[in-house]
């Protein structure tokens, strides 16, 4: 004998039988989007107070996060599970991430503080590849979820609704957390001293201010916030090896969204961000990979600083590290000419293995000459070149498989459709400069991505297109090499070409001083809008030589991390000279191959490098060659 259920109320819910009214349902999504913006919060406000004073575009943030998750499920998993405990592990995983940050602080990034901004990402992505192996090092390479203590996983009602309560307790401390540091900051001398050196730094320094003590609690403070960060996720989520970059991209966009340096702001884009994606999941789940980015976006055209951020002080383009473009040096002329020499006859002395890394790297090379054109003379850095690179990837790929155009057509509707995609954007970005320029490209990489991943019926998703093979007369591993040798190489030289002609002074012009470029009659926008272009356009013919290379095209040519490299392979080599990007693709392309196969720390070692590298050669590799050159001259 059963009993019969009573029929549901209109006006309640049974919890499965009744769909949940719309007030409710309204409800508990914006708590839900109000804890996940408490959470970014706390990460960003790190990130902001460690900018707004060492100016340090710290990469590594992200790390600090993932080592307060690591540590803090190590700490919470030996304490008992009552809420005081809880709170105490807090503490304590805050405390000592602090300490890490300020060790970081003391031993590397105190080495860097003058440096270039773009130096110290470069500087700071290394000391993400080292954390990342330690944490593999140390925990493993899985999951650690945090077993959930009763009182974590109950729940609050709230107008019929079953509300988690540990929710609440992260909406609350988002607000606590921003009133203790506006306390921290407008009340105490420390305070004082930190907001005059947000001002202006060297006047605190003639004050007599210990600016390395006032520095290193800086750090402290902001590696303490993402550590805590990190372990109040815990409940929600797991200690893994993809926090790091997950959250940083998510905390940049914050800062910038808000304006560089401002609490308030940060608080603000939390909020805004937070709420729009929990409502987007529901509304527009299609866009949730890419909603934080179109919200940046929309925001950057709108307001060019963030939504709280101020005018920068200098003209654009002064203090960004940008030096003057020069002719490479005779000794790098001699050895271009001799590796030239060397790479024409090398199809006949080296094996297919061999022949493939050499192919790598030319494209590699092309990719890196086109970021540093922008870079270098135009003064636009960019977080999303990869967008170029694979829009030009996936045109090749369109040309021969859906229009069975063949490998030429591809190689030229390559650039010219990344060229078009970069004008558009272009129109955009140019207006914009340092580090909102750079993120703004990002935005627009990561809509494309999420483009190419999400039109599974023209791109195949994440299968990607198969079956991009070069042409039968190019079927040759060393035919082939031979054409992506004359075409990178030739694309490269006629880069280098424009840079030395009026345009190209023009363009450095206008880099160094807009207002005086304008006063003479120069359109500034129009001169970086046509080095955008141009620098798309070159980075889409590599897209298009890397997609035969692989025979495939994958979502994964736009990704952020092809974005880094090629800002890394800029960096390494130099910004100085075009000489520059051909040595830093050869020789990051090179270390990370070796690396790769020669040890499981590839990450370690390869961070370990570039850490090396940009202490003893803070002007790039063949910036260094050149200056020692002119040095070895004046003696």
């Given at each position: 004998m059963s009993m019969a259920l009573p029929p549901c109320r209109r006006t309640k819910r049974c919890g499965s039988c009744a769909p949940p009214e719309p007030v409710s349902a309204l409800l508990v999504q914006l708590l839900s989007g109000l804890s996940g913006?408490?959470?970014?919060?706390?990460?960003?406000?790190?990130?902001?107070?460690?900018?707004?004073?060492?100016?340090?575009?710290?990469?590594?943030?992200?790390?600090?996060?993932?080592?307060?998750?690591?540590?803090?499920?190590?700490?919470?998993?030996?304490?008992?599970?009552?809420?005081?405990?809880?709170?105490?592990?807090?503490?304590?995983?805050?405390?000592?991430?602090?300490?890490?940050?300020?060790?970081?602080e003391m031993l590397l990034l105190r080495r860097i503080y003058r440096a270039p901004e773009l130096l110290q990402l470069l500087f700071t992505f290394g000391i993400v590849l080292v954390v990342q192996d330690a944490a593999q090092f140390l925990w493993g390479p899985n999951d650690l979820p945090l077993p959930r203590a009763p009182w974590l996983r109950s729940f609050v009602t709230i107008a019929g609704e079953r509300v988690p309560f540990y929710d609440l307790v992260l909406i609350g401390i988002g607000p606590l957390v921003l009133a203790a540091l506006w306390l921290l900051f407008t009340r105490t001398r420390w305070g004082t001293l930190v907001r005059a050196a947000t001002q202006d730094r060297e006047m605190v320094a003639a004050l007599g201010v210990d600016q390395r003590r006032l520095f290193t609690t800086v750090f402290a403070l902001g590696a303490g916030l993402a550590g805590m960060g990190g372990a109040l996720a815990l409940p929600d989520a797991s200690a893994n090896l993809q926090i790091d970059l997950n959250i940083i991209t998510d905390a940049f966009v914050v800062v910038v969204v808000g304006g560089l340096g401002s609490l308030p702001?940060?608080?603000?884009?939390?909020?805004?961000?937070g709420v729009l994606q929990s409502f987007g999941i529901v509304l527009f789940p299609q866009a949730t990979l890419v909603l934080v980015f179109v919200i940046m976006a929309a925001v950057l055209v709108v307001r060019p600083n963030g939504l709280l951020g101020r005018a920068p002080a200098v003209a654009r383009g002064a203090g960004q590290g940008f030096a003057a473009i020069r002719p490479a040096v005779p000794l790098l002329l001699r050895l271009g000419a001799a590796a030239l020499v060397l790479a024409v006859l090398a199809p006949l002395a080296v094996g297919p293995f061999v022949l493939s890394v050499m192919t790598e790297m030319l494209i590699a090379m092309l990719f890196a000459a086109s970021l540093h054109f922008m870079m270098g003379p135009g003064g636009m850095a960019s977080f999303g070149h990869a967008a170029w690179f694979g829009i030009g990837a996936y045109a090749a790929a369109f040309a021969v498989k859906g229009l069975a155009l063949g490998m030429g057509a591809g190689l030229l509707l390559a650039p010219l459709l990344a060229g078009v995609a970069a004008a558009l954007f272009g129109w955009f970005v140019v207006r914009l400069s340092g580090v909102y320029l750079a993120m703004l490209t990002l935005a627009f990489a990561q809509i494309v991505w999420a483009a190419m991943f999400q039109a599974v019926e023209i791109t195949?998703?994440?299968?990607?297109?198969?079956?991009?093979?070069?042409?039968?007369?190019?079927?040759?591993?060393?035919?082939?090499?031979?054409?992506?040798?004359?075409?990178?190489?030739?694309?490269?030289?006629?880069?280098?070409?424009?840079?030395?002609?009026?345009?190209?002074?023009?363009?450095?012009?206008?880099r160094d001083s807009e207002l005086r470029a304008e006063a003479i009659g120069l359109d500034t926008t129009l001169l970086r809008l046509a080095a955008f272009t141009l620098a798309g356009a070159a980075a889409g013919l590599a897209g298009g030589l890397a997609a035969f290379s692989k025979g495939s095209v994958f979502p994964g040519f736009i990704s952020i991390?092809?974005?880094?490299?090629?800002?890394?392979?800029?960096?390494?080599?130099?910004?100085?000279?075009?000489?520059?990007?051909?040595?830093?693709?050869?020789?990051?392309?090179?270390?990370?191959d070796l690396l790769l196969l020669a040890t499981d720390q590839w990450r370690a070692m390869l961070g370990l490098a570039i850490i090396v590298l940009v202490l003893v050669f803070p002007q790039g590799i063949a910036g260094s060659i050149h200056r020692l050159w002119l040095r070895g001259r004046e003696a």
């Open positions: 913006a408490s959470s970014l919060f706390l990460v960003a406000a790190g990130l902001t107070v460690i900018f707004g004073v060492t100016r340090v575009v710290n990469f590594s943030h992200g790390s600090l996060t993932m080592l307060g998750a690591y540590l803090g499920w190590s700490i919470l998993t030996r304490l008992p599970r009552g809420p005081e405990y809880f709170v105490l592990g807090i503490v304590l995983t805050a405390l000592a991430t602090a300490g890490i940050g300020a060790l970081i702001g940060a608080f603000l884009a939390s909020l805004l961000i195949g998703g994440d299968n990607g297109v198969l079956g991009v093979w070069p042409a039968p007369w190019a079927a040759d591993r060393r035919v082939f090499y031979w054409l992506v040798l004359a075409l990178c190489v030739g694309a490269t030289l006629l880069l280098r070409r424009v840079l030395y002609a009026p345009f190209g002074y023009a363009l450095r012009a206008s991390s092809r974005s880094v490299d090629g800002l890394l392979m800029v960096l390494l080599g130099g910004v100085q000279s075009m000489a520059g990007p051909v040595v830093g693709a050869v020789a990051y392309t090179g270390l990370f």
